[in-house]
């Protein structure tokens, strides 16, 4: 074999591992903190208490900015949580689940904007399931 040959084969040998390096880097998925965010969710969770009515909505409330924050440090654009939301749909591959998160995000918002705006404690423990499983399907816990 010719010198030239080698040479060229060795090239496209050498070019082909550069480019699967650089295609295997630029996939990687986000790295998350997962402990920070399993504790801070933790957190959330146990301040919900059946005998305390006002924990209801403040932990509806967290759990959604907790949310939020995830869809940012992913750098998803938008500049509110509905665009961020919307802009995170295909990382929902079941839609029940998007379905899911958007409708514990408008009782977030009733919450935040409707004065007198209550829930009960199964609505906000339903609520809790599901910021918990949208985190998991982000990869923040």
């Not at 060229?8 to 480019?19: E, M, T």
């Not at 967290?62 to 869809?71: G, H, N, T």
């Not at 689940?97 to 339903?126: C, F």
């Amino acid at each position: 074999m010719s010198p030239v040959v080698v040479f060229i084969v060795a090239v496209i040998f050498v070019g082909a591992l550069v480019f699967l390096m650089i295609s295997k880097t630029g996939a990687h998925e986000h790295a998350f903190d997962k402990e920070e965010y399993q504790t801070d969710f933790l957190a959330i969770e146990n301040q919900l208490s059946k005998d305390h009515p006002l924990s209801f909505n403040a932990s509806v409330v967290e759990a959604d900015k907790l949310l939020d924050k995830a869809l940012m440090e992913l750098g998803l654009p938008g500049n509110t949580m509905g665009e961020r939301l919307k802009a995170a749909a295909p990382k929902f591959s079941d839609r029940s689940d998007l379905n899911s998160v958007w409708y514990v995000h408008k009782m977030r918002n009733s919450i935040a904007h409707e004065p007198g705006y209550t829930i009960d404690y199964n609505q906000a423990r339903r609520a809790m399931q599901t910021y918990r499983k949208a985190l998991r399907i982000l990869g923040a816990i």
